[in-house]
């Protein structure tokens, strides 16, 4: 997943929370999966308020842990 984007540079977040940076120029393409990060038909598994809650703590930023 990008996590930062530059003129110069694209910062990936893996798994564990680890980022990579890596440069434009060594990128030959960049595109979208079209796949979402939620699971498929979440949204009819769950109760409304259980989507209101998860929409609200998705908007939270992340705090950085020390």
Known sequence: ???AETAASITLKRPN???ESILREGIAELSSTGV???PEGLEKKISPDEMR???A???IPAV???
């Open 53 to 55: 809650d998860l929409l």
């Open 36 to 38: 979402s990060l939620m």
């Open 57 to 59: 703590w998705l908007l």
């Open 1 to 3: 997943m990008i996590a």
């Open 64 to 66: 950085k842990q020390k």
């Open 17 to 19: 929370d680890v980022q």
